[in-house]
């Protein structure tokens, strides 16, 4: 149930549901029973939490790329730039062969239902790049694949060839050359051929399923080819109507509004400077997360809130509050690093969803956009918000400049395709009431939602 405010009146919480709240600060919880000081969930929908269908998808897109029948030497140029610095890099191709090596061999690791083998070496492994990159994303009917790339290194992300070849920076550059590529072709025309209304379409059967009142909420046109979007781009980063997601308590400074259309996923108080942000748990390591700012100091101690934006979900963000923004930083990292945690060392076997159970880690490693805002309230002061991008192509375009005065509601930037969570930066002393609902089991918030006040 998305988070409502509706009593602006209530004593307690000053506006925010009438609901019970959980107060957060550098002391740590306030209220009679006790909460544990994060709370964590499964959510995203990009790639299927059944393994049997990523090995269904991996399987019909190795069929596909065995129809093209392409020689190695007619892949993309960015393709074989790729492959080139892998076969002629020790490291890597080292890395690269022995991260397939060390996946198990028996099931669920090993063949598809079918039988076939899955990927197996880099090479087939390019290919499928190369046909991945040169086309749009169907929307299959049976399990939605949103990380067609993720799926096929879903399992080599976990092995410790994986963990040590994904967070290197030569490979990060050549994964950005070519999402690059494959983000021109999702600006462009050719990337419509899924936006009908077919099975496989964006706006068919199954799709409609997840989104039944698409036509109603965003800015659309039904009557017209592909609902008039001009793109693949140009539909995910589609924009509600106006009037659709409100701005409640816009002048109320105290109120702090949901950035993103999203699922909270944790809620850390009294955060390190430094931590082990790479063990099980995950806990939010601020040097690394802001990239050693000067301004990380000033939130050791104090509180972060994660949410992330499923594949469904509104993909740009808007200001949490009314402020001045003070400075944007964007950040390279790494786009298929998953927390060792979560590899195949862990008892429970590594992450099905690759990135899903990593996301407090990626905080620390992935590409990302940094917004400082200084807030009118004075009781928050500076404010951090951060875009995290997740897989695939990722990118986190900022739309807002030092100095420009922001009020709540207002676009900071938006995610072109990938998958994306994001983080609320509270100083140390600044005491936030979150919304009680924010700690249970994937509760899901609207954009623009009153989603806590600072006391």
């Given amino acids: 149930m998305p988070i409502y405010p509706s009593n602006p009146n209530d004593p307690q919480f000053q506006s925010l549901n009438g609901h019970k709240h959980k107060a957060y600060s550098s002391r740590g919880h306030t209220g009679h029973t006790p909460k544990p000081k994060t709370f964590e969930s499964r959510v995203g929908g990009w790639l299927p939490k059944d393994p049997r269908a990523i090995e269904q998808h991996v399987s019909r897109l190795l069929e596909k790329v065995d129809r093209e029948r392409r020689p190695i030497e007619e892949l993309h140029p960015v393709i074989l730039d790729f492959k080139d610095l892998v076969d002629t890099t020790p490291a890597l191709r080292r890395g690269f062969t022995q991260m397939f090596e060390q996946v198990p061999i028996y099931p669920p690791y090993d063949k598809d239902p079918s039988l076939k083998p899955q990927i197996r070496d880099y090479d087939t492994m390019f290919r499928a790049f190369n046909y991945i990159i040169t086309h749009s994303l169907p929307h299959e009917d049976h399990a939605f694949v949103g990380f067609p790339i993720n799926a096929i290194l879903n399992w080599p992300m976990g092995t410790e060839s994986g963990l040590e070849v994904f967070l290197m920076p030569a490979v990060n550059a050549q994964f950005k050359k070519m999402f690059d590529v494959w983000a021109e072709f999702l600006s462009t025309p050719a990337s419509c051929q899924f936006l009908t209304t077919e099975d496989n379409g964006w706006f068919g059967p199954e799709a409609r399923r997840h989104l039944p009142d698409f036509a109603e909420i965003f800015k659309c046109d039904p009557s017209a080819p592909y609902y008039g979007f001009k793109s693949w781009d140009h539909f995910f980063t589609r924009e509600f109507r106006d009037g659709v997601r409100p701005v409640e308590f816009p002048n109320r400074d105290d109120v702090i509004n949901s950035a993103c259309e999203s699922t909270v996923y944790k809620i850390a108080t009294d955060v390190k400077e430094v931590d082990s942000f790479w063990l099980k748990g995950s806990p939010y390591s601020l040097r690394h997360m802001l990239n050693n700012d000067p301004y ?137 009431i979150f919304d009680e609902r924010c700690l249970t089991p994937e509760p899901k918030v609207r954009l623009n939602a009153a989603i806590g006040v600072v006391g």
């Fill in 296 to 432: 990380t100091t000033q939130f050791v101690g104090g509180t972060i809130y994660q949410a992330f934006l499923s594949a469904y979900n509104y993909h740009r963000w808007a200001s949490p509050v009314n402020g001045v923004i003070d400075r944007v930083e964007i950040i390279p990292g790494a786009y298929y690093s998953a927390s060792p945690a979560m590899g195949f060392t862990n008892p429970d076997g590594p992450d099905p969803e690759a990135q899903v159970l990593s996301q407090a880690y990626i905080t620390a490693v992935a590409a990302r956009a940094l917004i400082w805002i200084r807030c009118d309230n004075p009781k928050i002061g500076l404010m951090g918000f951060l875009a995290v991008g997740m897989c695939e192509v990722s990118t986190c375009d900022v739309t807002v400049k030092r100095g420009d005065k922001i009020k709540k509601g207002e676009q900071l930037g938006m995610f072109h395709f990938g998958g994306s969570t994001h983080c609320l930066l509270f100083r140390r002393g600044v005491k936030v």
